[in-house]
């Protein structure tokens, strides 16, 4: 989740990397993209647009920095009309997102109170995982029971 405010919510897919390559569609961001340096699906909203989220490196903020707005320390909004190379040493890593997700006011409150979602903590190991397809297993088991036992579900209910 980038934003939840009264007005609505922004978020985006951590764990679907897309076909196209950052190289091809953001080349100035290409050499600082955390593998596999593709472009992810952020959601379904706004295909051609593109977020960037970044992590910066243990002790850096993004103070005097053009171009970020804090998210939840230490993951930070990149403006990639920005100039990256002044991010670049501050940086731990980064992904930028094709589309995104996004709810109108009062939207995902309400489907968390029907219980369609799951909030917990999310670490900024989260953003930058290679093992894409192990997130959403990684993520529950690490919140302890009953939601670690969720982790277990096959993915194919028919293998339960």
Known sequence: MIEHRPHGSLGVVLNRPGPAAVRDV???????????????????VEARTALCLATLRTGES???L??????????????????????????????IFAGYSGWDAGQLDGEIARGDWF????????LL??????????????????????????LDPAHN
């Open 119 to 126: 909030v917990v903590p999310g670490l900024p190991d989260d």
């Open 26 to 44: 953001l080349p100035r961001w290409a050499g600082l993209t955390s593998d596999p340096g593709t472009m992810f699906v952020g959601g379904p």
């Open 66 to 95: 053009a171009g970020l707005m804090p998210v939840r320390p230490p993951v930070q909004l990149v403006d990639l009309d920005s100039d990256p190379a002044p991010l670049a040493p501050r940086l731990r890593g980064l992904r």
């Open 129 to 154: 995982t290679v093992a894409h397809e192990r997130l959403w297993e990684r993520v529950l088991r690490r919140q302890g029971i009953p939601l670690a036992l969720l982790a277990t579900f096959p």
């Open 62 to 64: 993004g103070r005097g």
